[in-house]
């Protein structure tokens, strides 16, 4: 491995907590290798189309409730406060030590940038939305406007109506996109005060939207963090369910919508008892709580159900999916020393400085994607040719098989930060704000990583592969719903399945790259 430093011209490197090194990518023959598995597969796969059909079956659940301790919590009133405590006082050690610590050596930026930021989207593959039920932004503005610590009826505040104009996903996406800014353009990761001063923002956005606007609107349309899990989360294991629906169906109450007298209803307005997808649901289990009928779970279920069974589409949904598609493969791209180049390169020509240099350049790869899935979605119409599959719902259904593509691209990429810098915690751990102090005597630990270098190639080689292939089983399944014609099916399908394998192949030659790892970020 090479650990010499890289010259990436960028800003505040002397306010990094630790140091760069160069972390070698996956050899030649495990990349040739993986890009020769997915084309293969995805030739397979669609060569047994007739293995798979339109009809929605049932599918494999297992309700957690069967196990009677987990359902005896779920239902006490203090259990959000119970999975919140412990974020909640991360939160506050995060901002006390990013404000007044040591701006090289504190806990922030590692607990934010190296733990959360990092394991959030393996929480979310294993347990869907869990994060939104312990969020701790969720819990402070729960606080406040219930000026209690178990109730979550709302006591204060002006219960304005959300706007029309942004009941959707986009003041969540535009966020996503200027947090990605920020925190590569700007280099928060390395700064433990703009790391303090983001979350006093995040807390402050969830506090305010809590007390202006009706129930909990921030977590439902602008929460980045709740929307892009919301969309993972249709590939997670976990779901919230009716146990029936008749029994939903025929409750005259609707306490799960409504409230009762002791529960708040569901804050972000769901009809809990309908629900068939993960992407809306915060898990809060408050309708759990509501109901008088006992008619609501936690399902353990098959992976991917939400995807497969998907029938309705949504523009902004799918345009989320693309953004996080683009700003994924973004995010390994910057670590590379093609980076180096493009930026060097681009203030040569331009004459501008690293950060407008930047900002073009990211522009430039959020577009890219863009221009090429319009291209394949052009592609197919030209194929199918039939008049009542527009492009636009082309453009809509064909974008939620891109969904595992960039889910486990993303869990390649925070796998290999993880497995690699996770030990850079310990010491901090007795000195959290660079302090001088020694408080579990780990002060002196030399951090390593948790794994070998071969092990974590592997699990990234793994993860990418297995994105692929739920891809392409995605975007047969819904192929097969759009058409009834097999074979008018199948030419809709071609370029879509082309553009994974490209963008697979971007991820496999992504993860082959010499990348920097910012230890102690």
Not at 90 to 109: E, H, V, Y
Not at 115 to 127: G, N, P, S
Not at 495 to 521: D, K, N, Y
Request: net charge positive; glycine share 6%.
């Amino acid at each position: 491995m090479d650990h010499s430093k890289m010259d990436h011209s960028k800003m505040n490197h002397d306010m990094m907590p630790g140091m760069n090194h160069d972390m070698a990518g996956i050899p030649l023959w495990m990349a040739i290798a993986g890009m020769a598995c997915i084309i293969v597969i995805s030739h397979l796969l669609l060569w047994r189309k007739d293995k798979y059909d339109t009809e929605k079956k049932s599918y494999f659940r297992f309700s957690l409730f069967r196990i009677p301790f987990f359902k005896k919590l779920v239902l006490q009133s203090w259990y959000p406060i119970f999975l919140q405590f412990i974020p909640v006082l991360l939160l506050f050690i995060i901002i006390t030590s990013g404000l007044f610590g040591s701006p090289r050596k504190n806990i922030a930026t590692v607990l934010t940038w190296g733990w959360w930021w990092v394991l959030l989207i393996f929480i979310i593959l294993i347990a869907g939305k869990s994060f939104c039920s312990m969020c701790p932004w969720e819990a402070i503005s729960s606080i406040v406007s219930s000026l209690s610590l178990q109730s979550r009826k709302k006591k204060i505040g002006y219960e304005l109506k959300w706007p029309s104009y942004l009941k959707n996903l986009y003041p969540a996406i535009l966020l996503f996109v200027a947090l990605t800014w920020l925190e590569l353009g700007f280099e928060v990761t390395r700064s433990p005060e703009l790391t303090a001063i983001l979350a006093i923002i995040m807390t402050s956005m969830a506090v305010l939207s809590a007390i202006i606007f009706e129930k909990r609107a921030f977590c439902r349309y602008s929460c980045l963090v709740g929307r892009i899990s919301g969309l993972y989360a249709m590939f997670s294991p976990v779901e919230l369910r009716s146990v029936s629906a008749t029994v939903c169906k025929t409750c005259k109450g609707k306490e799960c919508m409504n409230g009762s007298s002791n529960t708040a209803s569901c804050p972000t307005n769901l009809y809990p008892g309908g629900l068939i997808e993960n992407t809306y649901c915060t898990l809060c289990t408050e309708c759990i709580r509501s109901c008088p009928n006992d008619n609501l779970t936690i399902n353990f279920r098959s992976p991917a159900t939400d995807l497969f069974s998907k029938s309705s589409f949504r523009l902004d949904e799918s345009i989320l999916a693309l953004v996080l598609l683009s700003l994924t493969s973004f995010h390994g791209l910057t670590m590379t020393p093609l980076w180096t180049i493009m930026v060097n390169q681009t203030r040569l020509i331009a004459g501008v400085s690293y950060l407008i240099s930047f900002t073009i350049l990211m522009a430039l790869v959020i577009a890219i994607p863009f221009v090429l899935y319009l291209l394949t979605i052009f592609i197919s119409s030209v194929f199918i040719r039939i008049e009542n599959v527009s492009i636009p719902l082309l453009f809509k259904a064909f974008a939620y098989p891109l969904i595992p593509v960039a889910l486990f691209y993303h869990l390649a990429h925070n796998g290999m930060h993880f497995f690699a810098e996770a030990t850079t915690i310990i010491p901090l751990l007795s000195d959290p704000a660079g302090l001088g102090w020694n408080l579990f005597n780990t002060i002196d630990y030399i951090p390593g990583q948790v794994v070998s270098q071969a092990v974590i190639w592997w699990i990234q080689l793994g993860f990418i592969f297995t994105g692929h292939v739920y891809g392409v089983i995605t975007a047969d399944k819904i192929s097969m719903r759009l058409f009834q014609n097999k074979n008018q099916g199948l030419k809709a399908l071609v370029p879509q399945i082309v553009f994974m394998v490209i963008f697979s192949g971007i991820s496999i030659w992504l993860i082959a790259q010499p990348m920097e790892m910012r230890t102690g970020m």
